[in-house]
């Protein structure tokens, strides 16, 4: 299965696979508190997402499978700083007047931590990638990361491709993947974010390789590094 360019008229199915692979992921549930109507909150905020990227025309990206059902998204910022357009600017005023001026504090405090790990010279940002749950692990992500690196190495100025994680589980899949740990910072007690970056044309990586010791019973990772 191929990856493709999504344009406006896929859009409601880009903000379907992010709101169901999204729902229970720590940022989400940061911002939007523990308020009712929580599902119909959660699709105003990446309807917003969602609707940025298209607004400025930046990547929209997804995978479907063979009964035409998109499987598989990701959202991509250009490098460089991008002035909003009004249009944008209006969406924004009625997204926090709807969701509330908590939501948009939290908010604002999570994107300013978390720009702070990512690097300052020109890049693309993987903004959100998700997968539908039911078709997770089978390496749809893998393929839309390998895209998205397809972007930075075709751009002029992008030093590189850049993303955050708040699930601790994830830090060894980005490692693995090639990505370099930028920093880790905390946003409140029960939130953290990592940052990483990926250095164009500058992939390292990482071989494991599994020794079981039959002295102790015991398993030993060793972790191999290679540029590629």
Known sequence: MSVVNLSNENFSEVTDVFCESFYNYPVMKYVLGEKEDYDERLRKL???FVSAR???NEPLLGIYNSTNLLLATATVTLPGE???PPELIKLRDKLWEEIGAEEKVRYEKYGLIASNLLPKEPHHHLNMIGVRNAYQGKGYARKLIDEVEKLVSEHPTSTGLSL???VETNVNFYLHFGFQLNGQAKIDDKLNTWGFFMQRN???RKS???IYLVTNNKMMLIENNECV
Do not use: L
Request: net charge positive.
């Open 46 to 48: 990446i309807t917003f």
């Open 54 to 56: 298209a607004i400025r």
């Open 82 to 84: 991008i002035s909003s």
């Open 164 to 166: 955050n994680t708040e």
């Open 202 to 204: 500058k992939k390292i």
């Open 208 to 210: 494991f390789f599994i």
